[in-house]
């Protein structure tokens, strides 16, 4: 069975203050997906990123980076110099990876990030 | 371009009834997938479909099911609603296999 654990409940940060989110996964499958999802708010969940369990290369995304390491199973984010508008809920999530459609998420509970000024 | 929508956007209900969402997914994508998510907790799989058909499915009672029409549309029915149904439902929907799931809004449902 696929789990995935984010051990932080909430984290407060000053603007501009660099954050990380930490998000640990279990599975037995050999390939899979990891992403990272936002929901602010209005509750819609938006999607920030994708990896394959092949691809352990770190990627950046202006403000955004992910550190993933197979290793120890770990798939974390960095928001450097955080806005208020960062201020969200952030899921990390698993999938196997299926030729067919779409393969069901599995999220962890979540990292409530606030971003005060 | 629409993304996910959802229908409705909050609901009401008493314990014992049912209900039905709507969700039309974002332009160009064929698979509609159907999560809940209880108040400070991850989103649950609750089923998939593609081509009209139920595909995949989570633990979840044969209280909840769904259809899939032809343009690709969705509805989630719940009957016998419990207390414990109360959640936000979110509706996500992608194409072909192996492509990000995009998701709608919600529609956040309240048991009383």
């Known amino acids: 069975a696929q789990k995935v654990t984010q051990a932080q409940t909430e984290i407060s940060v000053v603007e501009k203050e660099d954050v990380t989110l930490d998000c640990v996964y279990e599975?037995?499958?050999?390939?899979?997906?990891l992403f990272w999802y936002k929901q602010p708010p209005s509750g819609e969940l938006v999607f920030l990123i994708r990896?394959?369990?092949?691809?352990?290369q770190n990627e950046i995304s202006g403000r955004y980076s992910w550190n993933f390491q197979k290793s120890t199973s770990s798939f974390n984010f960095t928001i450097t110099a955080s806005q208020v508008v960062d201020s969200a809920v952030y899921f990390c999530?698993?999938?196997?990876?299926?030729?067919?459609?779409?393969?069901?998420?599995?999220f962890g509970t979540g990292t409530r990030l606030q971003v005060t000024l | 371009d629409a993304g996910v929508t959802q229908s409705p956007t909050h609901l009401i209900k008493t314990r014992g009834q049912q209900v039905t969402l709507r969700c039309s997914p974002k332009?160009?994508?064929?698979?509609v997938s159907w999560y809940q998510q209880a108040l400070g907790q991850g989103p649950q799989f609750i089923f998939q479909?593609?081509?009209?058909?139920?595909?995949q499915r989570g633990n979840f009672p044969d209280r909840f099911s769904g259809h899939q029409f032809p343009n690709y549309s969705s509805e989630l029915n719940v009957n016998a609603l419990l207390l414990g149904d109360s959640a936000l439902y979110l509706c996500?929907?992608?194409?072909?296999?192996?492509?990000?799931?995009?998701f709608g809004d919600g529609t956040r449902l309240s048991i009383l």
């Open positions: 996500a929907s992608s194409f072909g296999g192996n492509q990000p799931q995009h």
């Open positions: 599975t037995r499958d050999t390939t899979y997906y």
């Open positions: 990896r394959n369990s092949f691809d352990e």
């Open positions: 999530a698993l999938s196997e990876v299926d030729t067919g459609t779409a393969s069901k998420l599995t």
């Open positions: 332009s160009g994508h064929d698979t």
């Open positions: 479909y593609y081509e009209e058909e139920e595909r």
